[in-house]
T-cell receptor, first 117, second 119 residues
């Protein structure tokens, strides 16, 4: 069965610190997508990244970077030089339906990040 | 980018009444929409998959007679919470699935969510 685990329920850091959010997934499929979403207090989900299972290259987007390692079934998310505006709940998600139409997402439990000034 | 709207954004109702939540894809046709439910401080749980022109597929443990889903057109899906009770109070989020014509760029766009409070 597919499953996403975010072991860190809450993380608190001081502004400008680097922080890594862990994500471990389980799936029997060889083709799948992995996602990260940000959910600020307003509740709306903000899409951050999608990675397919064939692409293990790490990705960097500004202060955000992602480390995908199939060998350990992990897809970790690092925020460099964190800012107060980064405070939110972050969800990792898995979709097994790669080429099929309509891939439902399985979400992790979420990590609540608090960045203090 | 693609936009998905939800209406209403929040609703308060009395126990026993029914509440309808609309999910619209504003600038694209979505043959598939998903409905999620989120309790405070909890993850999103998929409730059902809504396919245009056919019956919704419900996840295990979700009462289909309680949560009626209608996907009447390629841009609209509705979730009706029938005979709502306080335990139905939650944050309901829909998403619309955009499948592009070429290759693998499949993207799911989320609505802003609807907060339901049943008194």
């Amino acid at each position: 069965a597919q499953k996403v685990t975010q072991a860190q329920t809450e993380i608190s850091v001081v502004e400008k610190e680097d922080v890594t959010l862990d994500c471990v997934y389980e799936t029997r499929d060889t083709t799948y997508y992995l996602f990260w979403y940000k959910q600020p207090p307003s509740g709306e989900l903000v899409f951050l990244i999608r990675r397919n299972s064939f692409d293990e290259q790490n990705e960097i987007s500004g202060r955000y970077s992602w480390n995908f390692q199939k060998s350990t079934s992990s897809f970790n998310f690092t925020i460099t030089a964190s800012q107060v505006v980064d405070s939110a709940v972050y969800f990792c998600a898995l979709s097994e339906h790669f080429y099929n139409q309509g891939g439902k997402l399985i979400f992790g439990q979420g990590t609540e990040l608090s960045v203090k000034p | 980018g693609a936009v998905v709207s939800q209406h209403p954004s929040r609703v308060i109702c009395k126990s026993g009444t029914s509440v309808k939540i609309e999910c619209r894809s504003l600038d694209f046709q979505a043959t598939t929409m998903f409905w999620y439910r989120q309790f405070p401080k909890k993850s999103l749980m998929l409730m059902a998959t809504s396919n245009e022109g056919s019956k919704a597929t419900y996840e295990q443990g979700v009462e289909k007679d309680k949560f009626l889903i209608n996907h009447a057109s390629l841009t609209l899906s509705t979730l009706t919470v029938t005979s709502a009770h306080p335990e139905d109070s939650s944050f309901y989020i829909c998403s619309a699935y955009l499948k592009r014509e070429v290759g693998i760029q499949e993207t799911q766009y989320f609505g802003p969510g609807t907060r339901l409070l049943v008194l």
